[in-house]
């Protein structure tokens, strides 16, 4: 039985600070992959005018994923999912012989309150939430942190994450990598257009 780490996202693009707390996360919860989801649209983001098709998504997660324990794909789009809720009961069904704990940075945590079935998301896979400068503030005052805070385990137990009973959260703080992707796209908005390719903007997958 293998032990998994899940963190979703848009990934666009993918960068180093995805890769950083990937393997902060492995150390610290004793894990034997981490899965990047590369998400084919994010209900909160529909209609990003910034989004970069998920084939290109998907290639810059790959590649920044290289030479790691860490698997970047689509599954979301295989299974036919949209929302975190579904897809998390989708893996469980597909992988019963894997252990999976939903991994989330704590900007997600802020907004964690407006996901689609968020209290059953707990209650489906332990969760653990990666320190991000500037968000871990709003994150422990959030709407969900009302309800989560007391299904929070010690951070020194998180390597026993497969025994606990649900719901359960842990908080993992560690230094922070400062790349984002939102200066990424400001310094390079075509960063997903081949070399050479006209600059105007392209229109979003969805």
């Known amino acids: 039985m293998k032990r998994i780490g899940i963190l979703g996202g848009s990934f666009n693009p993918a960068h180093r600070g995805h890769r950083h707390i990937s393997l902060e996360a492995m150390r610290a919860l004793g894990l034997d992959e981490v899965w990047w ?3 084919p649209g994010n209900p909160l983001k529909d209609g990003a005018s910034d989004m970069a098709p998920l084939d290109r998504r998907l290639a810059s997660a790959r590649a920044m994923a290289r030479r790691a324990p860490i698997r970047a794909s689509a599954l979301e789009t295989r299974l036919g999912t949209r929302y975190t809720l579904d897809t998390v009961r989708a893996i469980r069904k597909l992988y019963p012989r894997h252990s999976f704990i939903w991994l989330m940075g704590a900007d997600n945590l802020a ?12 209650q489906e896979v332990p969760i653990a939430v990666l320190t991000r400068p500037g968000y871990d503030d709003d994150a422990r ?3 969900a942190m009302s309800w989560l805070r007391r299904f929070v385990r010690p951070a020194g137990q998180g ?3 497969t025994k606990w009973r649900l719901p359960a959260l842990v908080l993992l703080r560690f230094r922070p990598d400062p790349t984002s992707a939102t200066r990424i796209r400001a310094v390079n908005p075509g960063w997903h257009r081949p070399p050479g390719s006209p600059t105007r903007p392209s229109v979003p997958s969805r």
């Not at 907004?111 to 998301?121: E, K, L, P």
């Open 37 to 39: 989801l590369v998400s």
């Open 111 to 122: 907004q964690f309150h407006r996901w689609r079935g968020w209290r059953r998301i707990a």
């Open 141 to 143: 005052a959030s709407a």
């Open 159 to 161: 390597r026993n994450w």
